[in-house]
């Protein structure tokens, strides 16, 4: 679905503020995925996910959407955008629209669809981020910051892309506003089927939701695995300042201290399971 | 594209002219701008020239730097000195259907565009080896004589402050706001004039959204920390004049003087 072939790019080349932001990733992302891309403020992961959508023009190295160049002779980059959902960081910075509905529609209304496609776009995309029907012909701007944020996360699911790409959708939220947005991307992607890519600080929200976790750091791949398999080399996601989950810790500890307990822990359910099967065959 | 903007753009150095006290390179600023515009002849302009050459090699900034400020004014400069080349009656040198190119046309394009691009440069160099918050201190206290008439030269200083520190922090917002509305198809650099007048509304909106809240954030912020203008306000750093200071202010009104006398002289010869 997403592949990335020695992408490589620099800020400011030829200036003294040169900066390698992506330093040869390649990458191959199947389709139907939860990815889950976590690294380091400047490791380089919001300028990959701007490569995938041709936002940025990558210095070397290419970029295949479905097997398509996207930077190549005849693919109109503004096809690939469609195809390609992009959500930024504070996307409620975006809203610029009078009603609600109308901002939603502002994506579908570029691809030329007709009225009626439109609007059940519009309702379905809603629908999917809790937006209710009272609210679709209100202001935006009258919205709270949870609201507005998913508002604007519906006018990209509104396109109705083929891989959504969310960077850090749960910044600055409250807990319950994390937890809101995240379980509507999780059901957005089970119901949608289609490949979904969010970018996040928190190794906690990347292990629960996640099916691959993309650890980058330095504009590097450091690893793209299963997150138990991720999780085990905990010693050294720390060793480049990232945090594993809380859980992963304590099992970490836990074993540090002598006891014999798998160490492929990241959730707190599974945690349970796996320590009450330990006590179980401890006790017997 | 938005970051090759470099007007205003702060290079710092260790210079002489870097070293210089902000309120006398704004007066010598001021003084070549004058030169310029008080030169009639060429070689009264070739005076200031020498002028700006001499300040430009004592700042020690690269040449390239000085051409690249120059690229967004280079079509004012091109329509000026075409119309200045056809309308300015004099001798006819060549003359095409209604056109006519006069050697007094040629010669007062020549003089126009080497003015223009004379004051662009001189006050780049200003800029370029000026810190916006030190120039701002500065022209706050050239103006502070007029508060004795309620100028409101704190105030003033205090605007452009703030407008020059948000340039940078706009244009990364612009450029982000940009990006996202690319990132749901909108086509900015295509279609029809009308339509892509349009197309800057979903930029727009948002930008004027968020300079209004940076606006009253910093507001609170101001507040928060006692500001209320700048009565007994003091500064972390106080401009200090020396010795070096009024000897480029001397040499600049040498200059000047230059300049005027051979002018003059030719007007007395006239």
């Given at each position: 679905m997403i592949r990335t072939e020695k992408l490589?790019?620099?800020?400011?080349?030829?200036?003294?503020?040169?900066?390698?932001?992506?330093?040869?990733v390649d990458l191959h992302i199947e389709e139907g995925a939860f990815v889950?891309i976590?690294?380091?403020?400047?490791?380089?992961?919001?300028?990959l996910i701007q490569h995938l959508n041709g936002l940025i023009k990558p210095?070397?190295g290419k970029v295949y959407i479905d097997g398509e160049d996207i930077h190549g002779k005849n693919v109109k980059l503004r096809d690939i955008r469609f195809k390609v959902g992009l959500v930024?960081?504070?996307?409620?910075?975006?809203?610029?629209?009078?009603?609600?509905?109308?901002?939603?529609?502002?994506g579908?209304?570029n691809m030329?669809?007709?009225?009626?496609?439109?609007?059940?776009?519009?309702?379905?995309?809603?629908?999917?981020?809790?937006?209710?029907?009272?609210?679709?012909?209100?202001?935006?701007?009258?919205?709270?910051?949870?609201?507005?944020?998913?508002?604007?996360?519906?006018?990209v699911m509104?396109m109705r892309p083929k891989v959504l790409i969310l960077?850090?959708?749960?910044?600055?939220?409250?807990?319950?506003?994390?937890?809101?947005?995240?379980?509507?991307?999780?059901?957005y992607h089970?119901?949608s089927h289609t490949t979904v890519l969010?970018?996040?600080?928190?190794?906690?929200?990347?292990?629960?939701?996640?099916e691959k976790?993309l650890?980058?750091?330095?504009?590097?791949?450091?690893?793209y695995?299963?997150?138990?398999?991720?999780?085990?080399?905990?010693?050294?996601?720390?060793?480049?300042?990232?945090?594993?989950?809380?859980?992963?810790?304590?099992?970490?500890?836990?074993?540090?201290?002598?006891?014999?307990?798998?160490?492929?822990?990241?959730?707190?359910?599974?945690?349970?399971?796996?320590?009450?099967?330990?006590?179980?065959?401890?006790?017997? | 594209?938005?970051?090759?903007?470099?007007?205003?753009?702060?290079?710092?150095?260790?210079?002489?002219?870097?070293?210089?006290?902000?309120?006398?390179?704004?007066?010598?600023?001021?003084?070549?701008?004058?030169?310029?515009?008080?030169?009639?002849?060429?070689?009264?302009?070739?005076?200031?020239?020498?002028?700006?050459?001499?300040?430009?090699?004592?700042?020690?900034?690269?040449?390239?730097?000085?051409?690249?400020?120059?690229?967004?004014?280079?079509?004012?400069?091109?329509?000026?000195?075409?119309?200045?080349?056809?309308?300015?009656?004099?001798?006819?040198?060549?003359?095409?259907?209604?056109?006519?190119?006069?050697?007094?046309?040629?010669?007062?394009?020549?003089?126009?565009?080497?003015?223009?691009?004379?004051?662009?440069?001189?006050?780049?160099?200003?800029?370029?080896?000026?810190?916006?918050?030190?120039?701002?201190?500065?022209?706050?206290?050239?103006?502070?004589?007029?508060?004795?008439?309620?100028?409101?030269?704190?105030?003033?200083?205090?605007?452009?402050?703030?407008?020059?520190?948000?340039?940078?922090?706009?244009?990364?917002?612009?450029?982000?706001?940009?990006?996202?509305?690319k990132a749901r198809g909108?086509?900015?650099?295509?279609?029809?004039?009308?339509?892509?007048?349009?197309?800057?509304?979903?930029?727009?909106?948002?930008?004027?959204?968020?300079?209004?809240?940076?606006?009253?954030?910093?507001?609170?912020?101001?507040?928060?920390?006692?500001?209320?203008?700048?009565?007994?306000?003091?500064?972390?750093?106080?401009?200090?004049?020396?010795?070096?200071?009024?000897?480029?202010?001397?040499?600049?009104?040498?200059?000047?003087?230059?300049?005027?006398?051979?002018?003059?002289?030719?007007?007395?010869?006239?």
């Amino acid at each position: 679905m997403i592949r990335t072939e020695k992408l490589t790019y620099t800020y400011s080349q030829g200036t003294p503020f040169e900066k390698t932001a992506v330093d040869n990733v390649d990458l191959h992302i199947e389709e139907g995925a939860f990815v889950g891309i976590i690294g380091h403020t400047g490791s380089g992961k919001s300028t990959l996910i701007q490569h995938l959508n041709g936002l940025i023009k990558p210095t070397s190295g290419k970029v295949y959407i479905d097997g398509e160049d996207i930077h190549g002779k005849n693919v109109k980059l503004r096809d690939i955008r469609f195809k390609v959902g992009l959500v930024f960081q504070y996307p409620e910075y975006q809203i610029f629209e009078e009603t609600v509905s109308k901002d939603i529609a502002f994506g579908p209304k570029n691809m030329g669809l007709s009225e009626e496609e439109i609007n059940t776009r519009v309702r379905e995309a809603a629908a999917m981020v809790g937006v209710g029907e009272e609210l679709l012909d209100r202001s935006p701007f009258e919205l709270s910051g949870g609201q507005k944020r998913r508002v604007a996360i519906a006018g990209v699911m509104a396109m109705r892309p083929k891989v959504l790409i969310l960077d850090e959708p749960t910044a600055g939220l409250d807990p319950k506003g994390r937890e809101v947005i995240l379980d509507q991307i999780k059901e957005y992607h089970q119901r949608s089927h289609t490949t979904v890519l969010l970018v996040s600080h928190s190794m906690e929200d990347v292990a629960r939701f996640a099916e691959k976790i993309l650890v980058m750091n330095k504009g590097k791949v450091f690893c793209y695995d299963t997150p138990p398999n991720v999780f085990t080399r905990a010693d050294e996601i720390a060793s480049i300042g990232l945090s594993v989950p809380q859980v992963t810790k304590v099992f970490g500890l836990l074993r540090s201290k002598g006891i014999d307990i798998r160490q492929d822990v990241y959730t707190v359910d599974f945690a349970m399971k796996t320590i009450k099967e330990y006590l179980e065959q401890k006790g017997r | 594209m938005l970051k090759d903007i470099t007007i205003g753009q702060y290079f710092p150095g260790d210079s002489v002219v870097h070293k210089l006290d902000a309120r006398f390179k704004l007066l010598i600023t001021a003084i070549f701008i004058v030169m310029l515009f008080s030169a009639d002849t060429f070689p009264g302009l070739g005076i200031a020239l020498v002028f700006f050459v001499i300040s430009f090699i004592a700042s020690r900034l690269s040449p390239k730097l000085m051409i690249k400020s120059m690229k967004p004014i280079i079509p004012v400069i091109i329509i000026t000195s075409i119309l200045n080349i056809f309308f300015i009656e004099g001798v006819p040198l060549i003359s095409i259907y209604k056109f006519r190119l006069t050697d007094n046309g040629l010669r007062t394009s020549g003089f126009m565009i080497v003015r223009l691009i004379a004051l662009i440069c001189g006050s780049s160099l200003l800029t370029y080896t000026t810190s916006p918050i030190v120039l701002t201190d500065a022209i706050e206290q050239i103006l502070r004589p007029l508060t004795k008439i309620k100028f409101p030269a704190h105030e003033l200083a205090m605007m452009m402050t703030i407008a020059l520190r948000f340039i940078p922090t706009l244009l990364e917002e612009t450029d982000k706001i940009m990006s996202a509305q690319k990132a749901r198809g909108a086509e900015l650099d295509s279609g029809p004039f009308l339509q892509r007048a349009k197309a800057l509304i979903p930029i727009l909106i948002p930008l004027f959204v968020s300079s209004f809240r940076r606006a009253e954030e910093l507001a609170l912020a101001m507040e928060c920390r006692c500001y209320n203008g700048g009565e007994g306000r003091t500064k972390l750093k106080t401009l200090v004049s020396g010795g070096k200071d009024y000897l480029a202010l001397s040499i600049s009104i040498l200059f000047l003087c230059a300049v005027m006398v051979i002018d003059m002289g030719r007007l007395g010869v006239a």
